[in-house]
């Protein structure tokens, strides 16, 4: 079974197309920065873009994935033609409000703040809280992860280049 994970290919092995994607990033392409809260798609810590769509990898079985582009944290930041990285609005802004504590939910966070703010880049701030309320934070950063997500919201909304 052929992955689109990131923009590149990669081959694994497909079984019966049923396990968790979450576990072939992790264990088969150590794609890491996607993390293992719950397995039950509640924390929102597996929370990657299949078709640029947030989607819980912990409950996505590879034969859906398969069908999609999928994007971890890990393809977020864009490499520039002159080798340099861009972050991506929201990493941009967690780092300015220093969001992150243990950063075991971060790029669930991260995920599901830049899926949205892509799919709806006019939306309210309520809106865009709501869009954040099924992705849980053990050490309670709520706060500040509000904050972060708010200067996202500011920084997607500036032109190109601007931030």
């Not at 999609?68 to 780092?95: K, N, Y």
Request: glycine letters at 10%.
């Amino acid at each position: 079974m052929q992955l689109n994970i990131n923009g590149e290919i990669f081959a694994v092995a497909d079984g019966d197309g049923l396990r968790p994607l979450l576990w072939v990033l992790r264990d088969e392409l150590g794609l890491t920065g996607t993390k293992y809260g719950c397995g039950a798609g509640i924390c929102g810590s597996c929370t990657v873009h299949l078709d640029g769509v947030a989607a819980r990898s912990c409950l996505t079985p590879l034969a859906q994935a398969a069908k999609a582009a999928i994007r971890t944290i890990e393809g977020l930041a864009q490499m520039q033609p002159d080798g340099s990285v861009r972050l991506h609005a929201v990493q941009q802004a967690f780092t300015e409000e220093q969001v992150p504590q243990c950063s075991w939910c971060m790029s669930g966070q991260m995920m599901t703040c830049a899926a949205f703010l892509e799919q709806n880049p006019a939306a309210s701030e309520a809106q865009l809280l709501d869009a954040m309320q099924n992705n849980y934070c053990r050490c309670g950063c709520y706060a500040r992860i509000r904050k972060g997500v708010l200067r996202a919201a500011q920084l997607a909304a500036q032109p190109a280049g601007t931030t």
